[in-house]
């Protein structure tokens, strides 16, 4: 397995997806489309559930005064949240969003444009993107991706029935956009402690719990404004293991 294969695999989800869609997926029906929204929601929360997993390892714990391990990650959510609501980065997502419609002008040219500019929002912005391709880039597992990958073929099944061929096309700046974050994922690997990369498992561990509770309809958290919370962990926790 070589790095970036994660990537690849969510590319090839996506054409497939889009090529089943076109064919088969008209024949979809609204209720079985929200019972695999709904199953890919609780998918999501068992993944949350293994990236949480080094909370409680020797290694993570035992590199952090006692007591401290918990509040690391609530202290870099907390950090994190306050950056992320600050640059409102979660009206910036959607707002780029919008600015590519209309700029694409997708709701008057063909179901190709609009295909591949809606599906290239779906797929590129989103935790779990970064999440995963950074975690592909320091080879501690394409589990997120995987999981990304799983969403990713039944929404392009979805879209491309109604808007065709343009969202198998959406791959190609998806694939430019995970490779990148691949590439920095490669550089924290080579210089970030196991510990540190712990903390940003477990941090991102938690935004899947946000991710899986959007895709349930429970409660929609803005997961946009926490992403900087990953570059804080490590931080964080460097300074901790150094300092107290």
């Keep these: 397995m070589f790095v970036g294969f994660g990537t690849t695999v969510n590319i090839a989800t996506i054409i497939v997806g889009s090529s089943l ?4 997926g008209a024949r979809m029906s609204l209720r079985t489309r929200t019972l695999i929204t709904e199953a890919l929601g609780l998918i999501t929360l068992l993944g949350a559930v293994s990236a949480l997993a080094p909370m409680w390892g020797e290694r993570f714990i035992s590199s952090l005064p006692k007591g401290w391990p918990m509040l ?30 209309k700029k694409f002008r997708a709701h008057e040219e063909s179901t190709f444009v609009e295909g591949f500019v809606s599906a290239s929002l779906l797929f590129a912005i989103g935790p779990l993107a970064i999440l995963g391709s950074i975690s592909d880039g320091m080879s501690t597992g394409i589990d997120q991706l995987l999981l990304k990958s799983s969403l990713d073929f039944f929404a392009a099944m979805a879209f491309a029935a109604s808007l065709g061929w343009g969202v198998a096309a959406s791959a ?14 490669l550089g924290l690997g080579n210089i970030l402690s196991g510990y540190q990369v712990d903390a940003m498992t477990i941090t991102g561990g938690l935004m899947l719990v946000c991710i899986g509770l959007r895709l349930l309809k429970i409660k929609d958290i803005a997961v946009g404004n926490l992403l900087p919370a990953l570059f804080i962990a490590p931080v964080l926790v460097l300074a901790l293991n150094s300092f107290l």
């Design 72 to 101: 690391a990650i609530l202290g870099s959510l907390l950090i994190g949240g306050l950056i992320g609501s600050a640059l409102n980065l979660e009206s910036k997502l959607d707002s780029l969003g919008e600015s590519l419609r």
């Design 172 to 185: 190609i700046p998806v694939g430019i956009y995970q490779g990148v974050w691949t590439l920095i994922g």
């Design 21 to 24: 869609g076109v064919l088969v």
